[in-house]
């Protein structure tokens, strides 16, 4: 059985080892990403089966590269869990205020979770990602 390709896309060194080792001593295959721009091209490349994005990075943080994915034809049906220190709450405010000015919205990512995860909790969520083809966050914002 193939591997499914998660790309981790997170500024912290510490959180990428720790996922990347989290994910691989559990069957998948982690590929890692520093921030966004970065993140974007090597989705393209690779066209993982699941991105684990940070929101907060220098450069072209994580919610750039999130819309850049679902507004793209080949990457909007990558199951996206953001991964962030930024609050929910926050996070739902922020992309609120961003589809307001927007013509489509951006659909809500299959999951959101406040750093630091809890390792279990993030399997599980990863699973569910696989066992379904709907997101377990929500429809848009």
Do not use: C, W
């Amino acid at each position: 059985m193939k591997k499914k390709k998660i790309l981790i896309v997170d500024d912290e060194l510490d959180m990428r080892i720790f996922l990347s080792t989290l994910l691989e001593t559990s069957g998948y295959k982690p590929v890692m990403t520093r921030d966004g721009k970065e993140g974007l091209t090597k989705a393209i490349e690779i066209s993982p089966d699941l991105i684990i994005l940070d929101i907060m990075m220098p450069g072209e943080g994580g919610v750039h590269m999130y819309r850049q994915l679902k507004t793209d034809t080949t990457l909007k049906e990558i199951p996206v869990i953001m991964l962030s220190a930024v609050a929910l709450k926050t996070f739902n405010h922020y992309i609120k205020m961003l589809n307001a000015r927007l013509d489509n919205a951006i659909p809500a990512p299959a999951a959101y979770m406040e750093k630091p995860p809890e390792a279990q909790i993030l399997l599980r969520i990863i699973e569910d990602q696989f066992l379904s083809d709907t997101n377990s966050f929500g429809e848009t914002f």
